[in-house]
């Protein structure tokens, strides 16, 4: 059996316990793998760091926003109770002093925040300080620290400074963002964006992306497209690995550092770092999926792993009111890490499967006690000393599983309502098959007054269509296309920039075949009704309260299973991991990307200008009139493989492509392919922002749209 490896997540949590820590290495990560069979990711119970009493260290945490983020996607209150912090505050809200405390500070190195830091501590809010940057200080910025402490006085209430290299954000254990917010593919993209700015932008992502590799502990060989974005990043990364590497006697890659090999044999043990444009494909930004986590940030709007559900309250059968819930979908939830990838048909039948083993513990527990029910567990003396010792011990596990599955059910009623109300299931399903729409087909779909409550969906599909079609489509057509989205009650702003770069992504997306027969023709229940999934699971919801109208609610909602098929950045993916099982669409579509080593004295290029950062002027395939030339890579370089990857997209990411990458992963590992030799594949994905489809339509397609009249 392989032995377990350390997601990204995992790597992030060892960091943030060594921080709350007082960056001392926790015994029990030491530098070996975070144990996350236990805890799945998240800190086990641990020993705080003792006082010369042997007392422990209780501690203040101070963040930003972003080191908020940081933290609260990947731990709990509870976990930071367990490393000693007994409050945490953000850096910007109005704070007490609590003498003699120590502050741990997680914050991003600007000018704002160390002129806070300093007026914390010549007030004496807290001391001593332990000061932890986000990402690495600038010369210029530590230099003006120094001087603000010596003035004030706080050298004394300073016990450490540390470069953390967090300033990413980990939602899933192999997924990131870099937290730059919902326009940057607007930035990115629009003629009205300053050179200075597209550099910042730049440099944040260089930065970010630097951190990423540095908690991975291993320098990759970077791949990416001519042209664009995705050259400046990667000749910018280049530089910075390379200067780091040359100017650092004990490197952040040396020694304790350095990650162990992750494979042998004629796989490259370093990873391959692929930075595309968001433009080689807008479809998954677009597109309505049918995974359980899809769904979720599709329907439910979920942020940094948070969402918000509408319950229904009801007494005897009828509606007395709607309550709103809050859930944290965290990585100590089994549910959600067995199910967040799987279609949600197969969800709903993993809800019944574990009520009804839940059940039958529960039963099992109380049959040997003789109590009624476990609630009546607590109050029972009449049970025999043995079995209710057994019941007391089982009780936490129990309630915490019914209460995990309680959260899903309610979660679950919520996505039902969702896909029925806007009708997700059908245009998920007309959009596995876009490419076979005709015209004629397209226009009675946006005109049908039945396709769901939400014109942007209509929208939405004939942006893929229009994309992915390889009918042209005449001026007079596209009037009466865009004449019925207006009828339909959709804003078509956007169609005047989807019209602009419908060429490009035509030449940079791969049509998406599926890579194994449709199961449709074998098995005509994947297309029964969802209400037959299981009877005995609307009776669970019922019985729960949530819903006597469940039954209506999920009549008609179709239940099918997708065919596998890879979207063109799963193809670009495979074709720079695994060329020799590579299509020769996907290989010939990235025979040019540029090659960058930061080890070899030999595979470097020039800086580009910050002016081509604008992709959609200068991403064509090729790169035609490109200004900066990074490295044509050799044919052995082009054909080497490799066992992981961390792919990034400039502009914005997609749950979709995250789910398609781990498929892919899964698909061609090991022993799960005939095809596939050697170590499992592992993918890790990455973006400067996760965006629904809502906010990249509404905030930043419309927006270019209104530009390009």
């Known amino acids: 059996m392989a ?4 997601t990204l997540r995992d790597r992030q949590v060892a960091s943030i316990e060594k921080i709350l820590n007082l960056n001392h290495v926790p015994p029990q990560s030491s530098d070996a793998q975070h144990d996350s069979t236990a805890a799945n990711g998240l800190i086990k119970p641990s020993t705080p760091v003792l006082n010369a009493d042997g007392e422990p260290i209780w501690k203040v945490l101070v963040f930003d926003d972003l080191g908020r983020d940081v933290i609260s996607s990947v731990l709990r209150v509870n976990d930071l109770r367990g490393w000693g912090v007994t409050i945490h505050l953000n850096i910007r809200s109005s704070r007490h002093a609590i003498p003699d405390v120590p502050v741990l500070y997680l914050v991003e190195p600007t000018a704002s925040n160390l002129q806070q830091i300093t007026s914390d501590l010549s007030r004496n809010l807290y001391s001593p300080a332990y000061i932890n940057f986000l990402s690495s200080i600038p010369r210029p910025l530590l230099e003006d620290f120094a001087a603000q402490t010596a003035t004030a006085g706080t050298a004394e209430s300073i016990a450490q400074v540390y470069d953390q290299y967090l300033n990413f954000i980990v939602s ?110 807008l479809i998954p930004m677009l597109s309505h999926s049918w995974t359980y986590q899809s769904l979720v940030h599709e329907v439910l709007n979920m942020h940094l792993n948070r969402i918000t559900v509408e319950t229904s309250v009801e007494e005897g059968g009828v509606v007395k009111a709607n309550k709103k819930r809050s859930y944290d979908l965290n990585s100590n939830d089994f549910f959600w890490t067995r199910n967040a990838s799987i279609p949600f048909p197969q969800v709903a039948e993993d809800i019944d499967a574990e009520l009804t083993r839940y059940k039958n513990d529960a039963n099992d527990i109380t049959r040997k006690t003789g109590a009624s029910s476990i609630e009546d567990l607590q109050d029972d003396s009449s049970a025999s000393a043995q079995h209710l010792k057994a019941a007391i011990t089982l009780l936490p596990e129990l309630k915490e599983r019914k209460a995990i599955l309680d959260m899903h059910m309610n979660i679950a009623t919520a996505l039902l309502k969702g896909i029925k109300d806007r009708q997700l299931d059908n245009y998920y399903q007309l959009e596995e098959n876009i490419t076979r729409q005709s015209k004629a087909q397209m226009l009675d779909l946006l005109i049908d007054p039945d396709k769901g409550k939400e014109p942007l969906d209509k929208l939405r599909l004939f942006i893929i269509w229009f994309l992915s079609t390889e009918q042209d ?39 998406s075949a599926p890579s194994q027969p449709s199961q449709t023709s074998t098995s005509n229940e994947l297309f029964r009704g969802f209400s037959s999934i299981s009877s005995r699971l609307t009776d669970r919801f019922k019985d729960a309260g949530l819903g006597a109208n469940f039954e209506g609610l999920i009549s008609g909602v179709k239940n099918f299973l997708p065919a596998n098929k890879d979207l063109t950045l799963t193809k670009i993916t495979e074709s720079l991991m695994d060329p020799q099982n590579a299509s020769s669409s996907a290989i010939a579509k990235t025979e040019n990307y540029l090659y960058f080593d930061p080890r070899s004295a030999n595979a470097r290029g020039t800086m580009p200008p910050a002016s081509q950062a604008r992709s959609q002027q200068s991403s064509m395939p090729g790169g035609l009139g490109t200004v900066g030339r990074g490295i044509e890579a050799s044919f052995g370089q082009r054909r080497q493989g490799f066992s992981e990857a961390i792919v990034f997209t400039v502009g914005g990411g997609s749950m979709d492509e995250y789910g398609n990458l781990q498929d892919w992963a899964k698909r061609t590992s090991g022993a799960s392919s005939a095809a596939s030799v050697g170590p499992r594949k592992r993918v890790v994905y990455g973006s400067t922002e996760l965006v629904n489809a809502k906010d990249f339509v509404v905030g930043e397609l419309a927006r270019l749209g209104r530009e390009s009249v």
């Open 3 to 6: 032995s377990h490896h350390q």
């Open 172 to 281: 899933e254990p192999d997924l990131f963002s870099l937290g730059m917010g919902k326009e940057i593919y607007w930035a990115m993209n629009s003629a009205q964006t300053k050179d200075e700015d597209l550099d910042a932008n730049v440099d944040r992502i260089v930065s970010g992306l630097f951190s990423v590799v540095v908690t991975m502990g291993s320098i990759p060989v970077i791949r990416c497209p001519k042209g664009g974005a995705a050259e400046m990043v990667a000749a910018k990364l280049d530089r910075k690995l390379r200067d780091h590497i040359l100017n650092s006697k004990d490197n952040l890659f040396s020694g304790t550092n350095q990650r162990p090999s992750a494979s042998t044999g004629i796989l490259s043990s370093r990873p391959v770092l692929i930075i595309v444009d968001r433009n080689i494909d």
């Open 473 to 511: 489509v005449s001026r007079a057509e596209m009037d009466r296309f865009e004449e019925a989205l207006r009828t339909a009650g959709a804003d078509t702003t956007s169609l005047a920039y989807i019209k602009r770069v419908r060429e490009i992504t035509r030449m940079t997306m791969m049509s």
